[in-house]
């Protein structure tokens, strides 16, 4: 079993940044990546980033590439999320998951993560 808790969200105004963070623990050496996905109010829930140990292989969601940076400090523990350029859109509650599969090519689908976090909630003020 993993478990993943995350931290950093909060209020900020629009061209803002923010920091999120993502903490596993339990059979961390099980996992092959962690990623970051966010659900707005009345929508579904949508992949944000990915970060593959192996490699160090990043995914970004097209509506965050060039403003949001995944990173890692300590590889199968925790994982980061720069959020640079916040925009009013950006509003939801972000969850952190880690997988136990590999994906060797392409962006791991949602159905591969199997553990997730409680959420931490990010309000970008325009």
């Known amino acids: 079993q993993v478990q993943v808790a995350e931290s950093g969200g909060g209020l900020v105004q629009a061209g803002g940044s923010l920091r999120l963070s993502c903490t596993a623990s339990?059979?961390?050496?099980?996992?092959?990546?962690m990623g970051w996905f966010r659900q707005a109010p009345g929508k579904e829930r949508e992949f944000v980033a990915d970060?593959?140990?192996?490699?160090?292989?990043?995914y970004y969601a097209d509506s965050v590439k060039g403003r949001f940076t995944v990173s890692t400090t300590n590889p199968r523990i925790t994982v980061h999320l720069q959020m640079n350029s916040l925009k009013p859109e950006d509003t939801a509650v972000y969850y952190c998951?880690?997988?136990?599969?590999?994906?060797?090519?392409?962006?791991?689908?949602?159905?591969?993560?199997?553990?997730w976090g409680q959420g931490t909630q990010v309000i970008v003020s325009s």
């Open positions: 998951a880690a997988r136990r599969i590999e994906r060797l090519v392409g962006s791991p689908p949602m159905y591969d993560y199997e553990y």
């Open positions: 339990g059979d961390t050496f099980s996992t092959y990546g």
């Open positions: 970060y593959s140990w192996g490699g160090g292989k990043t």
